[in-house]
């Protein structure tokens, strides 16, 4: 399930194992993530779903929903 495998990406990069992200969680819900973090964020999700996330698409999510969108819209989710 991508939330579950979302939600385990998270915790590993933000060295947290009581992290709960949902749909809604945005940059501003979690104090630590700032850019260097998203950009690790980002690389993390890129290898653990196998996707590359177009540059112009990095920037514009707005929650954790709109992440596992597009990974799912992928057909990546599995």
């Known amino acids: 399930m991508v939330a579950d495998r979302l939600q385990q990406v998270f915790r590993e990069i933000f060295g947290d194992e009581t992290?709960?992200?949902?749909?809604?969680?945005?940059?501003?819900?979690?104090?630590?993530?700032d850019s260097l973090v998203h950009i690790n964020l980002v690389y993390a999700i890129e290898n653990e779903f196998?996707?590359?996330?177009?540059?112009?698409?990095?920037?514009?999510?707005?929650?954790?929903?709109e992440m596992q969108a597009y990974i799912e819209e992928r057909g990546k989710g599995g």
């Open 50 to 65: 196998g996707i590359q996330i177009e540059d112009e698409r990095l920037a514009s999510f707005k929650n954790v929903g």
């Open 19 to 33: 992290l709960t992200v949902s749909d809604t969680t945005s940059a501003a819900d979690v104090p630590s993530w």
